[in-house]
Nanobody, 124 residues
Framework: QVQLVESGGGLVQDGGSLRLSCAAS????????MAWFRQAPGKEREFVAA????????YYTDSVKGRFTISRDNAKNTVYLQMNSLKPEDTAVYYC?????????????????WGQGTQVTVSS
């Protein structure tokens, strides 16, 4: 079982930037697609971005396209989420997840390992 540990969250002003990191244990990191999800208070967890095992393909939810960038470094077993032009509606707990299934990237039940999350708060 892989362990995922997120870091990099915090409080930032509207229009600011943050870079989240997710460090994975284990030797199979490079075999799996990875993703970031988020959950705001009172809302369901939602897909944010995903990246293929090689890093060659990326996927984003519409609300973050052009502002967020997902990337990975397989040598460091780490996936990143660079968040620019942050908005108050981006406030949420952000989770990284490892994709174990073959279904759609945006479906949370396709992911078999989750981190504990990191809080991102954007003030207006």
């Amino acid at each position: 079982q892989v362990q995922l540990v997120e870091s990099g969250g915090g409080l930032v002003q509207d229009g600011g930037s943050l870079r989240l990191s997710c460090a994975a244990s284990g030797r199979t990191f490079s075999n799996h697609a990875m993703a970031w999800f988020r959950q705001a208070p009172g809302k369901e967890r939602e897909f944010v971005a995903a990246i293929s095992w090689s890093g060659g393909s990326t996927y984003y939810t519409d609300s973050v396209k052009g502002r967020f960038t997902i990337s990975r470094d397989n040598a460091k077993n780490t996936v990143y989420l660079q968040m620019n032009s942050l908005k108050p509606e981006d406030t949420a707990v952000y989770y990284c997840a490892r994709k174990g299934g073959l279904g759609p990237f945006k479906e949370s039940n396709e992911y078999d390992s989750w981190g504990q999350g990191t809080q991102v708060t954007v003030s207006s």
